[in-house]
């Protein structure tokens, strides 16, 4: 069984990070053990063999595709906030109006224009809280790297 020490030293030999005690030790366990030693002569064949592997660079078309996938993407995504703003824009400027006429009228009960008022005062706070919610937990959420 290969523990983890062993292991931890290992890589550290591999990748020429190991200090001099830790080398020493490291010395120590493989002339100590013939299964760490073979473990450890097996890691370096496989470390030589990954060095001399080199990446296939992508072609001038994957490129293209790859950055014209990014420019749609950027791109719609601010084609539907400029169209959410303009939305918002508008039908908040429709509600105003709409609310504003209907307590300017005289045939309407006062109990009708308070509850009105208080309906659509209501929904503002309401939506407040939710954008404020999103934004605080956007920014403290701890999982929003997973994909669900």
Same mark, same amino acid.
């Given at each position: 069984?290969?523990?983890?020490?062993f292991v931890v030293l290992?890589?550290?030999?591999?990748?020429?990070?190991?200090s001099n005690e830790e080398?020493?030790?490291?010395?120590?366990?493989?002339?100590?053990?013939?299964?760490?030693?073979?473990?450890?002569?097996?890691?370096?064949?496989?470390?030589?063999?990954?060095?001399?592997?080199?990446?296939?660079?992508?072609?001038?078309?994957?490129?293209?595709?790859?950055?014209?996938?990014?420019?749609?993407?950027?791109?719609? &995504?601010?084609?539907?906030?400029?169209?959410?703003?303009?939305? %918002?824009?508008?039908? &908040?400027?429709?509600?105003?109006?709409?609310?504003?006429?209907?307590?300017?009228?005289?045939?309407?009960?006062?109990?009708?224009?308070?509850?009105?008022?208080?309906?659509? $005062?209501?929904? %503002?706070? %309401?939506?407040?809280?939710?954008?404020?919610?999103?934004? $605080?937990?956007?920014?403290?959420?701890?999982?929003?790297?997973?994909?669900?």
């Open positions: 069984m290969i523990n983890e020490k290992m890589e550290k030999y591999l990748s020429n990070e190991i080398k020493k030790e490291f010395e120590e366990m493989l002339s100590s053990d013939s299964n760490l030693k073979a473990e450890f002569e097996e890691q370096k064949k496989i470390k030589e063999v990954l060095n001399k592997m080199k990446l296939k660079n992508p072609s001038r078309e994957v490129w293209d595709s790859y950055w014209m996938g990014i420019y749609n993407r950027i791109e719609r &995504g601010i084609a539907w906030v400029v169209i959410s703003i303009g939305a %918002l824009i508008f039908f &908040g400027y429709a509600s105003y109006e709409i609310v504003n006429a209907f307590i300017k009228d005289t045939q309407a009960p006062p109990l009708a224009k308070i509850g009105i008022a208080m309906l659509v $005062f209501g929904g %503002l706070i %309401l939506l407040f809280s939710i954008i404020r919610e999103k934004i $605080f937990t956007s920014k403290r959420d701890k999982y929003k790297e997973i994909q669900r």
